[in-house]
């Protein structure tokens, strides 16, 4: 069974670059037809799609996130991992990573999410 772990740090500072990753056991993140996300929720906000990366390595992001963020992955790790630039206190939330499969929604699979705190 797909288990997905988020990890980073819990408060970043403002201006500065946050950097999430997500450790995948149990399947291979360079599985056909599988592709692997990052979500937040702000609080009091609803999910908000971030970036994707496709089993073949293509990237995809949401247009109010392109200008700064950043997905990659280190496939001998079966590691992706989420750069979030210039962060601004808007940016708290709850993180989580998730793996879709061709129909995208819902996920199949959700990281237990992690809190980061943006404050001076």
């Known amino acids: 069974q797909v288990q997905l772990q988020e990890s980073g740090p819990g408060l970043v500072r403002p201006s500065q670059t946050l950097s999430l990753t997500c450790t995948v056991s149990?399947?291979?993140?360079?599985?056909?037809?599988?592709?692997w996300a990052w979500i937040r929720r702000p609080p009091g906000k609803g999910l908000e799609w971030m970036a994707s990366?496709?089993?073949?390595?293509?990237?995809s992001y949401s247009p109010s996130f392109k200008s700064r963020t950043s997905i990659s992955r280190d496939t001998s790790k079966n590691q992706f991992t989420v750069q979030l630039s210039a962060v601004t206190p808007e940016d708290t939330a709850v993180y989580y990573c998730?793996?879709?499969?061709?129909?995208?929604?819902?996920?199949?699979?959700w990281g237990q999410g992690t809190q980061v705190t943006v404050s001076s």
């Open positions: 998730v793996q879709v499969g061709a129909g995208w929604s819902p996920p199949n699979y």
């Open positions: 149990g399947g291979s993140i360079t599985t056909t037809n599988c592709y």
């Open positions: 990366i496709a089993f073949r390595g293509t990237t």
